[in-house]
Antibody
Framework: EVQLVESGGGLVQPGRSLKLSCVAS????????MTWIRQAPGKGLEWVAS????????YYPDSVKGRFTISRDNAKSTLYLQMNSLRSEDTATYYC?????WGQGVMVTVSS | DVVMTQTPVSLSLAIGQPASISCKSS???????????LNWILQRPGQSPKRLIY???KLYSEVPDRFSGSGSETEFTLKISRVEAEDLGVYYC?????????FGGGTKLELK
């Protein structure tokens, strides 16, 4: 069974950092691009970052570019999202996705 | 950025009625590969999003055939031939042709 399990969320102060992880199982991880998508409370979906299957290229929207870094460890079948200089508007549930398969999400709350 | 406009914002239907959701993009979603990366996903209350349709009209294997997708270039439609209770939730269209990837605002399907 294909599974994506996120972890690493929590409450963090504005300006601080947090690193999310997503462990994949049930498929050949290094064959797939991977993506992080977030959803602020009561709001719609927003694309956060994507990475190619080799990790050679990464893509971000302007809202997180320069603050967030997506990476992967294919040997560990794990996707990461390093989030720096966090802002209140980054408060959201963060989903790891292969596009057609989604994790259960992890909550990040940025507040003093 | 490509703006995805979904209508209606909400739908209130009885079991067995048909449903139709429109998604319009601010520019063509036909990619240089000749493929159109327009997806539909469903988020049931309290759950993470689930896949429904990819590349405009291709249903994932587990999706009932009462769902269908159509359209091209900038105008797309998701149809449900007969709504069932399990279809309730928020439907999103999502374009992956252009970076940044963008989502429609969502259509909430409720039971009348």
């Amino acid at each position: 069974e294909v599974q994506l399990v996120e972890s690493g969320g929590g409450l963090v102060q504005p300006g601080r950092s947090l690193k999310l992880s997503c462990v994949a199982s049930g498929f050949t991880f290094n064959n797939y691009w991977m993506t992080w998508i977030r959803q602020a409370p009561g709001k719609g979906l927003e694309w956060v970052a994507s990475i190619t299957n080799t990790g050679g290229s990464t893509y971000y929207p302007d809202s997180v570019k320069g603050r967030f870094t997506i990476s992967r460890d294919n040997a560990k079948s794990t996707l990461y999202l390093q989030m720096n200089s966090l802002r209140s508007e980054d408060t959201a549930t963060y989903y790891c996705t292969r596009g057609e398969v989604w994790g259960q999400g992890v909550m990040v709350t940025v507040s003093s | 950025d490509v703006v995805m406009t979904q209508t209606p914002v909400s739908l209130s239907l009885a079991i067995g009625q048909p449903a139709s959701i429109s998604c319009k993009s601010s520019q063509s979603l036909l990619g240089t590969s000749g493929k159109t990366f327009l997806n539909w996903i469903l988020q049931r209350p309290g759950q993470s999003p689930k896949r429904l349709i990819y590349q405009v009209s291709k249903l994932y294997s587990e999706v009932p055939d009462r769902f269908s997708g159509s359209g091209s270039e900038t105008e797309f439609t998701l149809k449900i031939s007969r709504v069932e209770a399990e279809d309730l939730g928020v439907y999103y269209c999502w374009q992956g042709t252009h970076f940044p990837q963008t989502f429609g605002g969502g259509t909430k399907l409720e039971l009348k």
